[in-house]
């Protein structure tokens, strides 16, 4: 019960900073269009401070940042995936973002808005012309000095193993020449795994979010053994992660 109680102020928190910075947001969004040809990067910058804030409020959490000392700008970032809590702490240190998403959104319009302001592309129910239209959109956006986030795993694993990779990620590596980010998170699940929404423990939990060295689609002869060696390296990332949490 207490659990529970915990998670309700965390979704109270989270949900409640996007609620009330929202319309702000939104009606700064609006004044950059006039001077800005990409407004919804400020609307994205937005969102990245109302993560950090949901992270330093919400009781029981820590979030443990183990970056590069300069991030990447211009490139894929891959991450294992355990919760819902990824996306947030990703968005807190990656700027100028697409993020690719498999769930449905659709029925939702107004959070659909929202999203696509954000910068989440969603797949879920979509026909093929219309995700080969999202990996067009993924190009222009890398070709054009932005960002990208996958979760390769395509959904949320439970425990230290990782699911098998998709290769989307690591074609588009080799076709556009970028190189891809790998990192690697451990904890979120035992806070919130999927389908929860109480949180699962009592015991304030680390988060830990570690920035593997860059990987370059030059060094490998094919996107499939690039997509092979980054599960490789991250799975023993992981492990090592899951022994000191």
Do not use: W
């Not at 894929?76 to 355990?82: A, C, K, L």
């Amino acid at each position: 019960m207490y659990g529970c109680i915990l998670g309700s102020i965390g979704h109270f928190i989270y949900f409640g900073l996007l609620a009330v910075l929202i319309i702000p947001g939104y009606i700064i969004y609006l004044i950059a269009r006039l001077f800005m040809k990409e407004p919804k990067y400020v609307f994205q910058l937005g969102s990245s401070y109302s993560y950090k804030l949901f992270f330093l409020l919400t009781p029981k959490i820590v979030l443990k940042k183990d970056l590069k000392k300069e991030i990447p700008t211009n490139a894929i970032f891959i991450s294992t995936h355990q919760s819902i809590l990824d996306f947030p702490a990703l968005s807190t240190f990656i700027r100028k973002y697409l993020f690719f998403a498999n769930v449905n959104l659709g029925s939702l319009p107004l959070i659909a808005y929202i999203c696509n302001l954000a910068g989440v592309s969603y797949i879920s129910g979509k026909g093929i012309d219309k995700i080969s239209k999202i990996y067009d959109d993924f190009e222009k956006h890398l070709k054009d000095g932005k960002n990208i986030i996958f979760f390769p795993e395509g959904t949320r694993h439970v425990d230290c193993k990782l699911k098998p990779f998709k290769r989307g990620a690591f074609r588009l590596s080799k076709k556009t020449s970028k190189p891809i980010v790998p990192i690697v998170m451990e904890g979120a699940y035992k806070l919130l795994p999927r389908k929860a929404f109480c949180f699962r423990t009592t015991k304030k939990t680390t988060i830990h979010v570690k920035m593997l060295d860059t990987l370059y689609p030059e060094d490998f002869a094919s996107d499939k053994e690039m997509m092979v060696y980054a599960q490789k390296i991250m799975q023993e990332e992981k492990d090592k992660l899951c022994d000191i949490s």
